[in-house]
């Protein structure tokens, strides 16, 4: 069945990096396009990056420039690295794809603050 498994979550301070990994099972990976997603306290899920199944990545506004997405196909791992943080970005982050149904990871926390 479909695994995804998210780590490297934790907290850092204004101005820091993550680099988050989603380790993903149960399908052909490197066919599969990949998305990060977060929800805030309070907020509903919202889209961070995607990359398609070729390497072209995506992003939402609000991270472009600062975030990040990539993928190993030998691992079965797609990644993002997470610069300049901010206090926004405070958030569970969440891996996603979509084989004829959705599925997500169980999430990581990622905390901003000093």
């Known amino acids: 069945q479909v695994q995804l498994v998210e780590s490297g979550g934790g907290l850092v301070q204004p101005g820091g990096s993550l680099r988050l990994s989603c380790a993903a099972s149960?399908?052909?990976?490197?066919?599969?396009?990949m998305s990060w997603y977060r929800q805030a306290p309070r907020k509903q899920r919202e889209f961070v990056a995607a990359?398609?199944?070729?390497?072209?990545?995506n992003y939402v506004d609000s991270v472009k420039g600062r975030f990040t997405i990539s993928r190993d196909n030998a691992k079965n791992t797609v990644y993002l690295q997470m610069n300049s943080l901010k206090p926004e970005d405070t958030a569970v982050y969440y891996c996603?794809?979509?084989?004829?149904?959705?599925?997500w990871g169980q999430g990581t926390q990622v905390t901003v603050s000093s």
């Open positions: 996603r794809v979509y084989r004829g149904y959705e599925y």
């Open positions: 149960g399908f052909t990976f490197s066919s599969a396009g």
């Open positions: 990359i398609s199944s070729g390497g072209s990545p």
